[in-house]
């Protein structure tokens, strides 16, 4: 089960809950927005998200242990570790941002993960970040490993389509549904003016992968 981490600095603890819209409302006791230790929780997490794969996965080629580390350290992944910690009811945010859904959008989300990383980071270092992903991001992993997630189904297929003398897959998205913080698209990629496969995503990357995955079904078989 996740469990928000325990901050000996009350102060780092309330900088990385502070979205830049609460300074202009004075709800938050920052006089900084988080954006500062988002910028030290990336490199961070980079940096322990790229020793937890070098040492567990020993046989894997840098290509293979690359693309884990993306599909671990990339937007979705991260607001849903950050939803499961509660962090968006936590953030400090203005009235106008928390009315257009900021609480539960995936790139704010995202974002102030990474800030909570770099504040755990300055608050109790290394070892203590290392512990909370073990235990709150890591365990994402072995789902992605074996839905095969870390997969760039796009550059996949544009090697196969343009190896067999197609012309490069374009992607347009054919349909968004939902609220502004809680959308869905829909893709469709296209193969020498032809339709070759639709996905769905919370954002228009994912969407793309997803519709590139179901191509590479017609191009692989």
């Not at 968006?88 to 993960?113: H, P």
């Not at 789902?143 to 347009?172: C, H, M, W």
């Amino acid at each position: 089960m996740s469990k928000f981490p325990n901050f000996i600095n009350q102060d780092l603890l309330d900088t990385a809950l502070t979205h830049r819209s609460a300074l202009n409302e004075k709800v938050s006791n920052s006089k900084e927005s988080n954006e500062r230790l988002e910028f030290l929780g990336d490199a961070v997490l980079e940096l322990i998200t790229t020793k937890y794969l070098y040492f567990n996965f020993p046989k894997e080629p840098e290509g293979v242990l690359t693309a884990y580390r993306s599909s671990l350290v990339k937007t979705t992944t991260l607001a849903t570790v950050s939803a499961r910690l509660g962090l968006g009811k936590k953030l400090f945010m203005s009235k106008g941002e928390e009315a257009t859904g900021g609480r539960e959008n995936i790139g704010l989300l995202a974002d102030s993960f990474e800030a909570l990383i770099g504040a755990l980071y300055l608050d109790q270092g290394l070892e203590q970040v290392e512990r909370f992903l073990e235990e709150n991001l890591f365990i994402e992993f072995p789902r992605i490993r074996r839905e095969k997630l870390y997969q760039d189904n796009k550059s996949l297929l544009q090697e196969i389509v343009q190896a067999k003398g197609f012309d490069t897959p374009t992607y347009r998205v054919i349909s968004e549904t939902g609220p502004d913080h809680d959308k869905e698209f829909t893709v469709e990629v296209m193969i020498s003016e032809n339709s070759k496969g639709k996905g769905a995503g919370k954002s228009k990357q994912e969407a793309q992968q997803a519709a590139a995955k179901e191509a590479l079904g017609k191009y692989t078989k």
